[in-house]
């Protein structure tokens, strides 16, 4: 997994995490923000490495079904790309309400 494609999960797990269960969290969480081999959370969980891995790409797949349903990181990104355009002046206020009306 790239750098990249690591910030995002980590993103929607921020978003979403209260929607996993407590091992889907713990599994993901020492994974993408702890930077835990696959080996090393199996041997701190007392689980396979193939349970592990199973875990990973459900809980991969139900962020990404949650991201796809509700669009929260998106619409957040979208709105504080509104609220730069108006800090800098590049919109009216009139403007930036309408945007994030349309958004909502």
């Known amino acids: 997994m790239d750098r990249s494609e690591r910030l995002r999960l980590s993103v929607l797990f921020d978003e979403y995490k209260k929607l ?14 702890s930077d835990l081999s696959l080996n090393e959370i199996a041997d701190g969980m007392s ?13 991969e797949k139900l962020l990404n079904k949650y991201e796809d349903a509700l669009e929260l990181t998106e619409r957040k990104n979208a709105l504080r790309a509104l609220l730069h355009k108006l ?9 930036y309400k309408n945007a994030v009306s349309d958004l909502l």
């Open 20 to 33: 996993l269960t407590d091992k889907q969290s713990e599994t993901f969480d020492l994974y993408v923000n």
């Open 47 to 59: 689980i396979s490495k193939q349970a592990v891995r199973d875990s990973l790409q459900n809980t």
């Open 87 to 95: 800090e800098l002046g590049e919109m009216s206020v009139e403007e």
